[in-house]
């Protein structure tokens, strides 16, 4: 289908607001929600009433498709491609609920964007209690709820009698004439005829300031124009994305449409995925799906019991996509702690990031081909170099590294599951790293930083910044721990009793000289070299053949 020329045409409010609260017009799946602020709606209120332009509005002719967004009848529609954010203002404004909204929705934004109008000066304002009740200050709602002269020549005498100035009438029957006539304006709608993977395209050019609309978003939407179960993406895809956030692990839908693409068809570059997929023809979809589940559900079982608690500690998701294949490929003879080797190593490097979709589809064929779980990871390391990893795991590494940024980043990852995998406690409130109660994982755990020497010590002592961030100077508590402590780790380490058992399992050296800030740089050498050895052991536990 190739695109048509676009076809202005002047269409006025009030028709395009019956069209919305109708179903004629609705939003497709890649269509974010309403975001816009009340001054925002204030605003476009206050411009239609001055007379400003307020912008065109472009539709996507769907003549060859079938439903929306929320969309359960094989009722013809159009879709708003740019401009929901005005027409839903519109809404909020005239009080009448777009078709695709629920009744809960809408009620929560009647609420929330109380606009109010100077019947007298039609000034525009958002409601504060020095107007609430003010009688020259009136919803619009009030205006655009009646439909004749008669209606609005009854509001405006009820108007100037609360307000006891009956010589007023005139002009307020004027001014909210005014307003009511704003549904009569004409606005520019442009309406397009184009593939779908075109749309975003559009979307995105003519919406740069906007939200960026991504190959997932599409393949949403595709999913939801021809899938004959049309409550697929909302009851199915959506819920499982809410369990999963529910339980720790939120992932943006492109991670998991590229996972189940790459389950049922061995792509993880969405746009090479057949329609036949996508149309769920023969339930090729749903069986994908449901693969997809079973794997994902072992992959952050076995995340948990390592120490990644939470989608939170992944800062390159995208790895995760070679892992939960590898569940689903051989699940008979997977081995964790090796395909967490190629994690963890993925992670480092940035493998998935630049050109990710490249590297990914690599991995997948690799994945693909292989017929054994043993070869699929033997290749998979295959460019890889024990040696170089155990020189970028060393104690130089370790002392030069920054914990939040850089390779700091990734090596402070590696020695919180060290940590972790030492069943290390936060020091001050003395329960395990990671958990509420002794049986309880927190799912809200995020690696958090405590300095062994605090930084406020190390600045009047003329470190430097670089040396006041090391990675060495890191241990790890609880979210929610009082970090006040101002005192050299000597004092506060007698202070808070924490033993040389609990020190240890953070990896610091047991040498009380070594806890004076005199000694800091001899200290940061000594645990860079504990940190690395147990780093390097760490990661040679996990594919020891690897190593040998």
């Not at 799946?29 to 472009?58: A, N």
């Not at 909204?101 to 304002?125: F, G, Q």
């Not at 009820?158 to 549904?183: H, L």
């Not at 120490?307 to 699940?331: C, D, M, Q, R, W």
């Amino acid at each position: 289908m190739a695109i048509h020329e676009p076809e202005p045409n002047i269409i006025k409010i009030y028709r395009l607001v019956e069209e919305v609260v109708s179903g004629e017009l609705d939003i497709p799946e890649f269509q974010r929600e309403f975001v816009w602020t009340k001054d925002q709606v204030k605003d476009l209120l206050d411009s239609l009433i001055k007379g400003y332009p307020i912008g065109s509005l472009l539709i996507w002719d769907l003549s060859d498709y079938k439903s929306g967004k929320h969309t359960f009848d094989e009722k013809r529609k159009d879709w708003i491609v740019d401009g929901q954010q005005r027409i839903v203002s519109l809404c909020l404004i005239m009080s009448k609920k777009p078709y695709w909204m629920d009744n809960t929705e809408w009620n929560e934004l009647l609420s929330k964007y109380k606009i109010k109008i100077n019947v007298l000066s039609l000034e525009v304002a958002l409601e504060y209690p020095g107007i609430k009740k003010d009688p020259a200050w009136i919803n619009p709602r009030e205006i655009f709820s009646e439909e004749k002269d008669e209606g609005l020549s009854k509001l405006a005498e009820e108007i100037s009698r609360k307000m006891n100035k009956s010589e007023e009438f005139t002009k307020i029957y004027s001014n909210i004439k005014r307003v009511w006539d704003i549904q009569n304006i004409g606005i520019p709608v442009i309406k397009v005829k184009a593939k779908l993977e075109d749309i975003a395209t559009i979307f995105e050019r003519i919406n740069s300031a906007g939200t960026r609309v991504k190959q997932s978003d599409v393949t949403l939407a595709y999913i939801a124009v021809y899938n004959k179960d049309k409550k697929w993406i909302r009851e199915k895809f959506m819920r499982y994305l809410d369990d999963l956030e529910d339980n720790g692990f939120y992932f943006d839908p492109t991670l998991i449409i590229r996972a189940i693409t790459t389950i049922g068809e061995n792509k993880a570059v969405l746009k090479n995925v057949s329609d036949e997929f996508l149309r769920n023809e023969k339930g090729v979809l749903d069986k994908a799906f449901s693969g997809f589940k079973r794997s994902m559900r072992e992959l952050i079982q076995d995340l948990r019991n390592v120490g990644v608690l939470n989608s939170e500690l992944i800062y390159a998701k995208n790895t995760i996509i070679p892992l939960i294949y590898l569940y689903h490929k051989f699940p008979d003879q997977h081995d964790f702690n090796k395909a967490f080797h190629f994690f963890l190593l993925a992670l480092k490097r940035g493998r998935y990031s630049g050109s990710a979709e490249t590297s990914l589809q690599e991995d997948v064929n690799i994945i693909h081909k292989a017929d054994s779980f043993e070869k699929a990871i033997e290749e998979l390391h295959s460019d890889i170099d024990p040696r170089e990893i155990e020189a970028e795991l060393s104690k130089d590494a370790v002392r030069n590294s920054v914990h939040y940024q850089g390779e700091g980043r990734f090596l402070k990852l590696l020695l919180y599951l060290v940590v972790y995998k030492k069943e290390a406690k936060d020091w001050f409130s003395k329960k395990r790293l990671g958990y509420l109660e002794p049986d309880e994982i927190n799912r809200d755990f995020t690696i958090e930083v405590h300095h062994f020497f605090p930084k406020n010590i190390l600045r009047e002592k003329g470190y430097r910044k670089d040396e006041q961030e090391a990675l060495a100077n890191i241990a790890f508590i609880n979210p929610g721990t009082n970090k006040r402590l101002r005192d050299e780790p000597y004092i506060y380490i007698k202070k808070y009793k924490i033993s040389e058992e609990e020190l240890s399992k953070q990896l610091i050296p047991i040498d009380e000289r070594l806890w004076e800030v005199d000694h800091y740089r001899e200290f940061l050498d000594r645990r860079s070299e504990i940190i690395a050895d147990e780093l390097t052991r760490y990661m040679r536990s996990l594919y020891p053949e690897f190593y040998s």
